[in-house]
């Protein structure tokens, strides 16, 4: 096989000017650059990337770690991140914390052993000193991480607010809200605060249920949801996330309730869930191909030395319009 | 930093010792072994891992390909991918294809550079030819690459008769057909051949409709879900893959059928979605843990270049019974 010598020696430059040109670390001439090129095509060489990435110090891959691959929102973060990775010229790893406790820490490891260029997490369970010993390229997908780890998220406060305003003004009085547990450091909890709050000061009364983190399986929603609609709660409105939402309106609809009319439901994420079941369900949208483009935006500064001047990027949310609330009613 | 030779001298063994330890390439005593992680310890020495890949000629890293990574299936399939790689030692690094054309024959030469150790592809854009070249790791999942390709799919013939006998035992006489193109060169496609064959043997009527290669949103299935029943066509059954079993239901619940005493429907896939809508989806499941978990095996065989005997890998589906077919209808 053809090594950087003879491309040398074919395109009568120095070893040097090769290395130099393959690895883009200094000045080749054009000239030069359409002789190396030739003559790589002409010895049919293909340069050892792994060589190339030990001189570089790079590899030119991105880790994303999330909860689940499989789950909606994460699903399309990563299907969008993997876009604009690649147009970046990154490849993307994907791992999936859900299993392991360890998967984590290991993921942060091949940090310094250059296997990878940079993190973007979307977890969150090791101590935070884990994080605040590395200085290297890490991106929060909506987690809290450490001062110097800047934040991607989006405004859940504003999000909270609209679902809460869009019950109000449906005449909600008894309405059910899903949390899950607060333990976890994440900006995603604002909504909640802000709910309740619009909520008191609209006199509507709220009956909050905290479901366990990072729990997501139909069959999981399902029986929790089950047990609230068999339990002697009466209420005329819901606030949760996507899946926990449909499973409402499908226990409602089994129930032979009338929505919007009996009850108002309003879904958080508002992934393609929520408009794959019948009836559409209105939902506050995390607008998740923005979050994907800004993450990989601040990672790839981060990696190229550019000075992060964000240490949290908040996008907006905005309302998706469905038919489990009566249309208009929060057009102000 | 600490290099190999400090780790040497402070274990008092031989740089080579050392390397072969790193490296796993020859016999070390248990006790050296331990001498060398001591003093790996207390020197905090990381091995550069490039250095080691470069000597080992391996990453550690698998790429996988998929048209979408978001959709349910290969979401789904990537989940237990990433979990069965994980176990085995790799990394997943993971191409959404849809985006370009080039993608796929990148990945591919990705192999001769080093970066992977092998690919895992379900998709197929190029010329049969690209991939006859390649004497490398690959598996594909549900395409025929060439003879030299392990494939590993489910019983797809099966899948179009256990289809074809729920609604032929649902008393079915005009049903709703959707296949993909018939270009590209995958088993999935068998399915439809024997549907059609019990369907006809049973002289019942089949309504053909092909859709798209690949072009699975929920906006597009919704739109020719919505043109077909405003034709002239009458049928009281459906067979299409999840999302458009589940737009149909949809579009029957809007016209005030009843389901599945106006429209009985059978999904193929059954993935989540069938179960997340009300009602369940009767659905042919396709068992996508077990899929990916056999084509994790394959590729792992091939890197460690053990003979692989079995060309084509064929997992049974099964039925999951749901609501929109009568129940029992198909226990033989």
Redesign the interface.
Known sequence: MAGIKDVAKKANVGVGTVSRFLNNSGYVAEETKEKIRAAMRELNY??????R??YR?R?G?I?ILVP???H?FF??F??YA??AL?AAGY??????TE??QN?ELEYLD?L????VDGVITGVHTLDIEEYQKIRKPIVALDRYLGDHIPVVAVDHKEGGKLAAETLADNGCKNVLHFTGTTAVGSPYHQRHFEFNRIMEENGIRVFSYELEWNRMD??YYQREVKRIFSGSIEFDGVFAVD?LA?AC??EA??RHLRIPEDIRIVAYDGT??T????PKVTAVVQPVKDLAEATVRLIKDMIDGNEICEKQVLLKVFLKQGETTKQGAVQK
Chains 1, 2 share one sequence.
């Open positions: 293909t340069p050892n990337e792994l060589a990435n030990l110090k590899t891959i880790a689940s691959i499989s909606p699903a399309a990563l299907n993997e876009e690649y490849k993307m790893m994907v791992c999936n299993k392991e998967a091949m310094n052993r250059h296997i139909p069959g899946g449909i309106m499908n609809l089994r393609y869930l408009d794959v079941v019948e």
